[in-house]
C-alpha cells in the first residue's frame, strides 16, 4: 500500500534539511578543531596523519571497522550482549515450531519445498535437523547456497551450535577452499561446487539429502542443479531433494518437481514503514550517507542497514561516514561502522552478527547480500538506493560485464523485510515511490536468461549431456545465448563440428573457471611455460591486488609502475607475485607496496589448487623462466576473440565486433601505443575499457585460431598493412565458413 503523502513530504524534506545543517555543522566542527590545533591541512583527508596530528583527540565516539582498525592500530572490544544461550536462540526461530512436520514432511516425500521469511531458521537449523533425524545414517546432508560468503558464515554458525569445530561434523567448500573431512555429515557449500560435483558423480551419491537453498536467487548454477537433482531424484529413490527459498512462486517450483508439497513457515515480522524519496536521487551515495546521518541523529535506536551495489563503494562509504563522525565529536552518539561484501575476509564477517553493545548504533553497508543470504539482528532502519550490480551479457561486445542495474520490486520489498525482523522498522527508499511502481520489474531475471553460458554448457556437455535444446531446465535460456556459448567453445577447441566435446574440452572442464582462462593453461603444458601460466591464471582469479589508498594514490600508483612490465598487465602480475614469494610472501612487502596481502594470499592458495588439478591429469609444471613472448603466445590461445586492433581516431577497436575501447588507466599500457592486444575484460564505466592487457603480435592470432581470424590480404608481407579480420561474423545469420550442426539446428529451431 502507497503511504501517504505528507509522510513522503516530510520525509523529502527532512533529508535536505538535515544535509545542509549536518554539512554546516560538520563544517563549523572541523574548523573549531582546526583552529585550536594550529593545522592548516584537512585532516578528513588522512585517517593516520590524522590520529597522529590528535592523539589526544576524543576517540569516545570513534566507529571502527576492521580495515580502520588495522589502519589506526587501536584496539576496540565489542559488548557481547546476548542473553540467550544457542540453544535457547535455536528454539526461538520459526522453523523450530515446524520441526516435527518438516521432519515427517521429508520422510514422506522425496522433493519438497519450503517457504520462509529471511531469518526463520531455514540454512542453519533444518540441516541439523536431519542430522538429529538419522539422515546422516547413509549419506550426508547437503546444502548449497548462490554465494560463497553465506556458504561460510552458515557453517560456522552451525558448526559453533553443533558444537564441533569447523570441517569436523559441519564443514563448507566453496571454490578453491575445503573445509570438510571424512567426519562432515552436514556440508554448506556454494551451488557452483555442487555442480561441479555432478560432473564426477551425477548420482550424487555420497549424499542422503540436498538442499538447495536460495532457491530464488535462481543463480545458473542453481537453475542447472533443479534439472540435474530432478534427474538424479527419478534415478536413487532413496535422494531426498529440498527446495528453500525466501520468497518464490511455489507453485511453479512444485509443478516442476512433480508436484511436490509446498510447506510454509509462518514468519514473525513486524510491519515496516515505507518512506519513499520525494525526488529521483542524483547521487545515491550522498544520499544515503545523508540518511544514515539522519537517521542516527533524530531516530531512536536500532541498527541501520544501507543497500549498496559493491566492494568500492562500500569501503568509500565506510570511510567517508567514518570521517564525518569523527569530525563531529561528542556531538552525536556512537556509531559501529561495518562493511559486508563477499570478498571480505571472514574474520571481518563474523563480526557484523555480534550484537551492538548497549547504548550504540551499528550501521552495516551490505550488498544485496544481506538481502537474504545472510541475517543481521538488531536491524531497525534500512536505506535502499534501489540498485544491485548483476552479471550481464552484453550483445554489443559479446560478453559479460557487471553492471549497475536497478533492482526488482521483489528485491525492495525482501531489502524492507530486513527492518522489521526485531521490531517495527522503516525502510528509507531512495527512489520515488513511481519508480517504484512504474520503472522497476516485478521480479528478477533469472541468471541464466541473462549469463555467458560457456563454462555452464562445456560441463553439461562433459556429463555427456548433448541434446541441450531438451535438457530439462526450469526455464531454458534464450537460444541465442546458448548459440554463443556454444561458438565460443567451438572456437576454442572445446567442442567439434558436431558440437561433441573434445579430449581438450574434457581436459578444460576439469578446472573451475572460464574456457578461456582454461585453455591458456592447458596450452601452457605444450609451450613449456605452465609454473608461469597457473600465476597469472590465479592471479586473475582474484580481486584486484593493488591498493590506492586515499590520499597516498601517486605514492601507491609509482610502488605500482615499479612492478610493470613493458608488454603489459599479465606480465606485470606474473612480476607482482614472484616477487612477492621471493619476500617471503610477507607482510612488509605488501605494505611497503600497496598490495593486498590477502587477495594475494588467495592467489597462492588457487595456484596450489591449480597444481593439484595439473597432477591429477598428468599434465607438467615447467618453468619457461618468464619468456614474455611464449607466454603472451600461450595467452592468446585462450584469448583471441579479445582482441583489439589500436585506431588512430578512437583509441582502440575490438577485432571480432569493432566496438571502441581503450584502455583502461589502470593498466601498465595505459599511455603506450602497441598494435595489437588482448585483454582479460571489459569494463564499462563512462566508456568501454580493456581491464588486464597485453600486448601481442598480430600473426599471433592467426596461428592461434586460423578459423576464427583470417588476414585481409594475404598477399602482404608488410608487417605494418597486415590486417586481421574475424573469418566470420558473429552476428550474421548464414554461416558459410564452418559448421556445427548442433549450433546449426539450435539456430533454426530459434
Ligand atoms: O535461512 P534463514 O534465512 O531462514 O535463517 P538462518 O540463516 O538459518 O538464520 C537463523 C538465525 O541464525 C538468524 O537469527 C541469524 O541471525 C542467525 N545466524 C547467525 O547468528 N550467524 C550466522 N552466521 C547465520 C545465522
Ligand atoms: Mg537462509
Not at 513511481?434 to 554448457?457: D, H, K, V
Not at 534464450?478 to 573434445?502: F, K
Not at 593453461?521 to 611455460?529: D, F, I, K, R
Amino acid at each position: 500500500p502507497r503511504g501517504p503523502m505528507n509522510r513522503q513530504a516530510r520525509y523529502g524534506s527532512n533529508l535536505i534539511k538535515s544535509h545542509r545543517e549536518e554539512k554546516l555543522h560538520q563544517k563549523k566542527n572541523l574548523e573549531k578543531i582546526m583552529r585550536q590545533k594550529n593545522v592548516s591541512e584537512d585532516p578528513t583527508l588522512n585517517s593516520n596523519k590524522f590520529k597522529k596530528k590528535f592523539n589526544n583527540f576524543n576517540e569516545k565516539n570513534l566507529v571502527v571497522t576492521d580495515w580502520e582498525r588495522k589502519n589506526l592500530n587501536e584496539k576496540i572490544t565489542f559488548g557481547k550482549h546476548t542473553t540467550l544461550s544457542l540453544t535457547e536462540q535455536r528454539k526461538s526461530l520459526p522453523v523450530y515450531k515446524m520441526r516435527s512436520e518438516l521432519i515427517d514432511a521429508i520422510k514422506q516425500n522425496q522433493f519438497l519445498i519450503i517457504v520462509g521469511e529471511t531469518g526463520s531458521g531455514k540454512t542453519t537449523q533444518i540441516t541439523q535437523y536431519l542430522y538429529e533425524s538419522n539422515f546422516t545414517k547413509n549419506g550426508i546432508i547437503g546444502c548449497t547456497q548462490p554465494r560463497r560468503v553465506a556458504a561460510v558464515s552458515v557453517a560456522k554458525r552451525v558448526s559453533e551450535e553443533v558444537g564441533c569445530k569447523l570441517g569436523e561434523k559441519v564443514g563448507y567448500t566453496i571454490r578453491f577452499e575445503d573445509h570438510t573431512s571424512s567426519q562432515t555429515k552436514i556440508k554448506y557449500m556454494t551451488d557452483g561446487m555442487l555442480q561441479r560435483e555432478a560432473l564426477i558423480d551425477p548420482l550424487m551419491s555420497k549424499y542422503s539429502v540436498i538442499m538447495l537453498d536460495e532457491a530464488h536467487e535462481r543463480t545458473v548454477a542453481t537453475d542447472v542443479l533443479f534439472a540435474l537433482l530432478k534427474d538424479a531424484g527419478q534415478k536413487r529413490p532413496d535422494l531426498k531433494i529440498i527446495v528453500t527459498s525466501a520468497t518464490l512462486d511455489s507453485k511453479k517450483f512444485s509443478e516442476y518437481f512433480l508436484n511436490c508439497p509446498v510447506i510454509n513457515i509462518p514468519g514473525k515480522t513486524f510491519p515496516v514503514e515505507v518512506l519513499y524519496s520525494q525526488s529521483p536521487q542524483m547521487d545515491y551515495i550522498e544520499a544515503a550517507l545523508d540518511t544514515v546521518m539522519e537517521i542516527h541523529i533524530n531516530e531512536e535506536p536500532g541498527d541501520i542497514l544501507v543497500f549498496l551495489t559493491g566492494q568500492e563503494e562500500i569501503d568509500s562509504c565506510c570511510e567517508i561516514l567514518y570521517q564525518k563522525v569523527k569530525t563531529l565529536g561528542d556531538a552525536i552518539g556512537e556509531l559501529i561502522i561495518l562493511p559486508v561484501y563477499s570478498a571480505l575476509p571472514s574474520e571481518v564477517q563474523s563480526k557484523i552478527f555480534e550484537p551492538t553493545p548497549k547504548g550504540k548504533r551499528k550501521v552495516v553497508f551490505a550488498t544485496n547480500i544481506a538481502e537474504t543470504s545472510i541475517t543481521i539482528d538488531g536491524i531497525f532502519y534500512v536505506i535502499d538506493p534501489g540498485y544491485s550490480k548483476v552479471n550481464t551479457f552484453n550483445p554489443r561486445v559479446g560478453m559479460e560485464q557487471l553492471i549497475v542495474t536497478p533492482i526488482s520490486q521483489a528485491q525492495a520489498n525482501q531489502r524492507k523485510g530486513r527492518a522489521g525482523r526485531t521490531g517495527p522498522g522503516k525502510c528509507y527508499r531512495l527512489y520515488t515511490e513511481s519508480a517504484f511502481f512504474n520503472e522497476m520489474l516485478p521480479t528478477t531475471i533469472p541468471e541464466i536468461q541473462r549469463q555467458n553460458l560457456s563454462n555452464t554448457i562445456l560441463m553439461l556437455k562433459a556429463m555427456g549431456i548433448n541434446d541441450l535444446l531438451n535438457f530439462g531446465f526450469m526455464d531454458p535460456p534464450p537460444r541465442n545465448s546458448m548459440v554463443r556459448a556454444l561458438e565460443e567453445l567451438y572456437h576454442l577447441e572445446s567442442l567439434d563440428q558436431d558440437g561433441n566435446i573434445t579430449q581438450l574440452g574434457l581436459k578444460m572442464s576439469q578446472f573451475p573457471m572460464d574456457p578461456k582462462l582454461s585453455r591458456s593453461l592447458l596450452t601452457s603444458v605444450s609451450n613449456n611455460c605452465s609454473q608461469e601460466m597457473i600465476i597469472i591464471m590465479s592471479m586473475l582469479t582474484v580481486q584486484n591486488i593493488f591498493y590506492r589508498p586515499k590520499g597516498k594514490q601517486q605514492e601507491a600508483d609509482l610502488k605500482k609502475s615499479k612492478f610493470h612490465h613493458p608488454y603489459g598487465d599479465h606480465l606485470t602480475l606474473l612480476n607482482v607475485y614472484n616477487q612477492w614469494e621471493i619476500a617471503g610472501c610477507s607482510e612488509q612487502f605488501c605494505t611497503v607496496n600497496f598490495l593486498h596481502q590477502r587477495h594475494l594470499r588467495r592467489a597462492k592458495d588457487v595456484k596450489k589448487q591449480l597444481e593439484t588439478i595439473f597432477k591429477n591429469l598428468k599434465l607438467p609444471l615447467i618453468k619457461c623462466y618468464g619468456d614474455p613472448d611464449l607466454i603472451r603466445k600461450t595467452l592468446v590461445a585462450g584469448f583471441f576473440m579479445n582482441a583489439a586492433k589500436r585506431d588512430s581516431e578512437v583509441g582502440y577497436k575490438t577485432i571480432s565486433s569493432n566496438t571502441e575501447v581503450g584502455i583502461h588507466p589502470s593498466s601498465s599500457l595505459f599511455g603506450r601505443e602497441y598494435e595489437y592486444v588482448i585483454y582479460h575484460s571489459l569494463v564499462l564505466t563512462s566508456r568501454e575499457y580493456m581491464s588486464q592487457v597485453t600486448s601481442i603480435e598480430p600473426n599471433w592470432l592467426l596461428e592461434a585460431s586460423p578459423h576464427f581470424y583470417k588476414p585481409t590480404d594475404e598477399n602482404s608481407h608488410s608487417r605494418k598493412k597486415a590486417k586481421i579480420v574475424p573469418l566470420y561474423d558473429r552476428f550474421a545469420k548464414d554461416q558459410n565458413s564452418w559448421r556445427l550442426s548442433s549450433i546449426r539446428q539450435t539456430r533454426e529451431r530459434a
